[in-house]
């Protein structure tokens, strides 16, 4: 089956620095990946979407990378603020074409003050 | 949350009784989602579909049925709610493409006693 990993279930950072988020993938290479963001009590919030071909996006103080060979997406936010404070999903699709959506358990980053 | 509306937002049933859960949105957006998150297990789509009365099963979908009679609504119901189906429910609409870009309601806080 296809997988989706993300490695840290917290991870805890000073205000100002870069926090680095990972997820990892098994099996079948997927044609994108997708980032959100979910408060507590909330539903998850789209961030960024990035394809195969595409080696990186961005968006704002936010940003993604997608690694196919090391079966791989790393999430990056700069100058990160308290704000930034919450849980990130990644997720992928079962496979191409099909009408699953694979979501990773998250990481909870906290930005201490 | 990008015109959304999940109801009710909190409900406490009793096991073996019929429960429903509807989910809202004015953006006319083609497809509709719901999903369960449960702690170490992540986002798990239950039944998707793709337009009226054009519906397909998740990952999840035992115990679970849903309708869709209109574009703005989506119906999940529990025939016979267990305690495996306390949880949290949300609904997710997309609108260009299937899986990409999900905008998630605020979720129903389900619990079976």
């Known amino acids: 089956s296809q997988k989706i990993e993300q490695n840290s279930e917290a991870l805890n950072i000073q205000e100002g620095k870069t926090a680095t988020l990972t997820c990892n993938y098994t099996n079948y290479s997927p044609a994108y990946l997708q980032w959100y963001r979910q408060d507590p009590g909330r539903g998850p919030v789209f961030l960024l979407l990035?394809?195969?071909?595409?080696k990186e996006k961005r968006k704002e103080r936010l940003k993604v990378t997608f690694d196919t060979t090391l079966k791989q997406s790393l999430f990056h936010i700069t100058a990160s603020q308290p704000a930034d404070s919450a849980t990130y999903l990644c997720a992928r699709e079962e496979q191409t074409g099909a009408n699953n959506l694979f979501f990773g358990t998250g990481t909870r980053l906290t930005v201490i003050p | 949350d990008a015109g959304i509306t999940q109801s009710p937002r909190h409900k406490v049933t009793e096991t073996g009784t019929p429960v429903t859960l509807r989910c809202h949105q004015t953006e006319n957006h083609r497809y509709m989602y719901w999903y369960r998150q449960d702690p170490g297990h992540g986002l798990r789509l239950i039944h998707y579909s793709y337009g009226v009365k054009d519906t397909d099963k998740g990952e999840v979908s035992d115990g679970y049925s849903v309708s869709r009679s209109k574009t703005e609504d989506f119906l999940l119901t529990l025939e016979s709610a267990t305690s495996s189906q306390t949880s949290v429910y949300f609904c997710?609409?997309?609108?260009?493409?299937?899986?990409?870009?999900?905008?998630f309601g605020s979720g129903t806080q389900l619990s079976v006693l």
């Open positions: 997710a609409i997309s609108a260009d493409r299937p899986n990409e870009k999900l905008f």
């Open positions: 990035i394809r195969e071909n595409e």
